[in-house]
Structure formats: C-alpha cells, structure tokens
C-alpha cells in the first residue's frame, strides 16, 4: 500500500472563470480588507507556518486565463497540493463550468492514482440572500475529489479566512484518505 505523504508545505491553487473573485479572495485574505481594483493576476503568497492554523507554510497561486496559457495552467496544477474551483454565485454559467470544463481539466492533469483534493467555492454570497450549495451535491457526488464546498464573499469578508483553512485541511486532513493500493501479489 503506498501512502500520499503529507507534505511539508501546502500548495493552494486557485482556479475558475475570469471575473469570479480569485484575485480578490487572495488579496481580502491578505489585507484583510476588499479592494475594488485588483491586478489580473495576484503574485505568488508565501504565508508563514505561525500565522496558519496548521502551523504549516503555505503557498497560494493565482490564475488568470487571459494572460497564462493552457499549459502553464496545467503546469500549476501538477505543482498544486489542493485546487479551489470558485465560480460567483449570482453567475450559474460560472458554476455551469465548473462541472464541464474546470473539474475535468484538473483530472486530467492528476494520476488516476491520486486525484488531488478539490474545494468548490462559490464566492460574492453578498450579492444573493439564498444558499446554492444544493445545486454542487450532484457536482460532488460525480466528482469524488470534490473535498469540501464553501460560500463565501471576497468583499464583505465572510468565510475567506475559512475557505483557506478548508483548504489547508484538505491535505493535512483528508476526510477520505487518500492512498493509493497497489495490487498484492
Ligand atoms: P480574472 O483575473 O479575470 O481571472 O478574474 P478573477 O477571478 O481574479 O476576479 P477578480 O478578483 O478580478 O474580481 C472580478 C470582479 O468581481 C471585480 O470587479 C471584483 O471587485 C468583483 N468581486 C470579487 N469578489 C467579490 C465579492 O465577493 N463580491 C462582489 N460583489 N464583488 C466581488
């Protein structure tokens, strides 16, 4: 039986369509506060072990499709320990997508062996006053890999912190443990 090991840093990769929030999740995440204007693409974040909850180094990574190509997506993907797919959730095409497009393409770019943890995460719940977590169970239950769903909102700050920690959990934490079993002689 070969075991994943835990790694000693965790890789967070942000991906989804453009518009949904990523930047802004990662910079409301480190300034604590939402800027209206954000880059296209945030720099690569290194939060120190002392400051995470895991008190582990942890690594986030933006993506923009406009200025990166299919490859070096791909690229962050093998390098990435978790994937967060967020799609905004007045947006159905956005979450559309994720089950047609995102969610296959990180398959693709994982070993059949050990798919890594996926969060689904809906952000600008500011903009809506009901739930659409009950439209992500079908998305769940067709992708195992699917670790965790979060709602959350970049601008008023609700659940950012969370949906990193989420993150975070999902690899020091699997709630499925993630193994691969090689076949006994
Ligand atoms: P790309 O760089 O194109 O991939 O987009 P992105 O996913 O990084 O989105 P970005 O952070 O640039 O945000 C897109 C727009 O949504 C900006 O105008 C943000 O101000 C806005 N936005 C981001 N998060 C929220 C949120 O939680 N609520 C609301 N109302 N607006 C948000």
Redesign the pocket.
């Given at each position: 039986m070969v075991y994943e090991s835990i790694p000693r840093t965790v890789r967070i990769l942000l991906l989804?369509?453009?518009?949904?929030?990523?930047?802004?999740?990662i910079l409301s995440l480190v300034t604590e506060e939402?800027t209206?204007?954000?880059p296209?693409?945030a720099e690569e974040i290194t939060i120190p072990a002392d400051v995470t909850p895991e008190q582990v180094p942890t690594n986030i990574i933006?993506?923009?499709?406009?200025e990166q190509t299919i490859e070096q997506v791909a690229e962050e993907i093998e390098r990435a320990h978790v994937i967060c797919i967020?799609f905004?959730v007045d947006r159905q095409d956005t979450l559309n997508k994720v089950a047609s497009y995102w969610l296959p393409f990180v398959r693709e770019n994982c070993s059949d062996e050990y798919r890594k943890p996926v969060i689904l995460v809906g952000?600008?719940?500011?903009?809506i006053d009901y739930s659409v977590i009950d439209n992500i169970w079908d998305i769940a239950e067709e992708y195992p890999e699917v670790d965790r769903c979060i709602e959350?909102?970049?601008?008023?700050l609700i659940n950012v912190s969370e949906m990193f920690y989420n993150a975070q959990k999902a690899v020091l934490h699997p709630i499925n443990p993630i193994y691969c079993i090689e076949e006994q002689e």
């Amino acid at each position: 039986m070969v075991y994943e090991s835990i790694p000693r840093t965790v890789r967070i990769l942000l991906l989804g369509e453009p518009g949904v929030g990523k930047t802004s999740l990662i910079l409301s995440l480190v300034t604590e506060e939402f800027t209206e204007h954000v880059p296209p693409k945030a720099e690569e974040i290194t939060i120190p072990a002392d400051v995470t909850p895991e008190q582990v180094p942890t690594n986030i990574i933006d993506i923009c499709v406009a200025e990166q190509t299919i490859e070096q997506v791909a690229e962050e993907i093998e390098r990435a320990h978790v994937i967060c797919i967020v799609f905004s959730v007045d947006r159905q095409d956005t979450l559309n997508k994720v089950a047609s497009y995102w969610l296959p393409f990180v398959r693709e770019n994982c070993s059949d062996e050990y798919r890594k943890p996926v969060i689904l995460v809906g952000n600008k719940i500011d903009l809506i006053d009901y739930s659409v977590i009950d439209n992500i169970w079908d998305i769940a239950e067709e992708y195992p890999e699917v670790d965790r769903c979060i709602e959350c909102s970049a601008k008023s700050l609700i659940n950012v912190s969370e949906m990193f920690y989420n993150a975070q959990k999902a690899v020091l934490h699997p709630i499925n443990p993630i193994y691969c079993i090689e076949e006994q002689e």
